[in-house]
């Protein structure tokens, strides 16, 4: 097998650093959609003039509008339980923190949970648990999802799930692909293998390879859809960058495919965790932002989550550097949206409900979407990359987004929000070709008169 993580090329990179690379013929082939190499990647976060940083977070708007054009999918966690076995140091559910009250949510409660999520207009959840289970282990986990798919207000369900969960081996990915889920969720945390087995002393997280490989069997199992990722401020910021990368090179080459998504969170602080509120490689705001633009420009197919991590003010940043999804409304607790006070993962930087995270993205100009086409059409893992590398899935994206957000404006929005997106909608009409907006524009009126889960 070859090598996941090229170790000694990036260590060279972020020690030596590189400034050979041409940044315009770098922002160039990254403009032509075509995935940067690390050294040019490297070229890039080695960047401190702020000129220069602009430049290339421009570009990295103009690249995340070629692919997906405006767009920003909406969803929320639904966190299941915070049972876990692992000593993460960084993470309030780890095994050592006595004070935490541990709950594993009964169908019950989950059905009420996604009722909750439901009546704000969600549509799309990430089901998240700590990495350990009540005694029937996955089981709990497969009728949890069924549980989140069968709750309904009214005649509005949840439409995909997507899961973080702990690893699983080749067989257990079969299973939940039967469970019909979105995309399997897992991030490495840290990639710096001395740093990963400090931080991780207890439970089955301790082992980095297995985690390392676990994409890979889930690939082998028939999941498709994946998603990566590490908790920036655990690291040199700019070592996991690369490995991020190196890792996305690995999986194109020995799958022909990578993850669909890439999430970026930042360390924020965890009840009983001391590491947590002194991260001891704080990424300032300014790298940060550097952070998702290189990743958008490096690997422009692939979706960039944030999450409520980051305050207002970042996220709103953000979408204009390449940020594709965005959680909104948050909890990240079990229980949590029905107030209950168990202890969260940890601490949010956005308290602000769906609604006004929408008013917030339509003021900004973007397109809050609810779409889940892509995976109810069989749009994913190759076929998505189909039609994303060239940037032509935004021709999906933009009239899917009018379409569910105008359905979203129907029923859950308030007056002020309503108001503001059917302004935006308008507009958003007016500036797309004839044809596509005279399809979009039909749809729209489906829904308007009373029908509801239209997509192409």
């Not at 990647?41 to 405006?70: C, F, P, Q, W």
């Not at 949840?158 to 257990?172: H, Q, S």
Request: proline share 4%.
């Amino acid at each position: 097998m070859s090598e996941i993580i090229q170790t000694e090329k990036i260590t060279q990179l972020v020690n030596h650093g590189t400034s050979s690379g041409d940044i315009d013929a770098i922002l160039n082939k990254a403009l032509s959609l075509s995935r940067l190499e690390l050294e040019e990647a490297a070229a890039l976060l080695n960047v401190t003039d702020e000129e220069t940083r602009n430049r290339i977070h421009h570009t990295a708007k103009m690249v995340k509008s070629s692919i997906y054009g405006n767009r920003l999918v909406i969803f929320a966690p639904l966190y299941i339980s915070n049972l876990c076995k692992n000593d993460c140091a960084y993470c309030g559910f780890r095994v050592s923190n006595r004070g935490l009250k541990r709950k594993a949510l009964s169908m019950e409660e989950i059905t009420s949970e996604t009722e909750h999520l439901l009546r704000t207009g969600q549509k799309r959840v990430l089901m998240v648990s700590g990495e350990a289970y009540p005694r029937d282990g996955l089981n709990y986990v497969l009728r949890s999802i069924d549980t989140i798919y069968n709750a309904r207000v009214g005649e509005h369900g949840i439409r995909r799930i997507n899961v973080n969960i702990a690893p699983v081996e080749t067989d257990d990915f079969r299973r939940l692909r039967e469970h019909n889920i979105g995309t399997y969720q897992l991030f490495q945390e840290t990639y710096h293998k001395p740093t990963y087995h400090k931080l991780h002393t207890l439970g089955p997280k301790t082992d980095y390879d297995y985690r390392l490989n676990t994409i890979g069997r889930a690939f082998h199992g028939g999941i498709d859809d994946v998603g990566i990722g590490v908790l920036f401020g655990l690291y040199n910021w700019k070592y996991e960058v690369l490995s991020i990368l190196s890792h996305v090179e690995y999986l194109e080459r020995e799958f022909g495919m990578g993850p669909h998504t890439i999430s970026v969170p930042r360390l924020e602080p965890a009840t009983g965790s001391s590491i947590s509120t002194k991260p001891p490689f704080e990424v300032t705001d300014e790298d940060f932002k550097l952070i998702i633009s290189v990743l958008r420009l490096a690997v422009p197919y692939i979706g960039l989550i944030l999450s409520t991590r980051e305050t207002p003010e970042m996220r709103k940043a953000a979408f204009e550097l390449g940020i594709s999804q965005i959680s909104a409304g948050s909890k990240t607790n079990p229980g949590g949206y029905g107030e209950n006070d168990s202890c969260e993962q940890f601490s949010l930087g956005d308290h602000r409900s769906l609604d006004d995270v929408i008013y917030d993205v339509v003021s900004s100009g973007f397109i809050p979407s609810f779409c889940t086409s892509c995976y109810r059409l069989g749009r994913t893992g190759l076929d998505f990359m189909e039609f994303a590398k060239p940037g032509e899935i935004k021709k999906k994206c933009q009239p899917n987004a009018l379409i569910t957000f105008t359905e979203y404006l129907l029923d859950f929005a308030s007056d002020k929000v309503k108001n503001a997106g059917m302004e935006l909608i308008a507009r958003e009409l007016a500036e797309t070709d004839p044809e596509t907006a005279g399809k979009t524009k039909a749809l729209i009126q489906i829904v308007r008169d009373g029908k509801r889960d239209v997509f192409v």
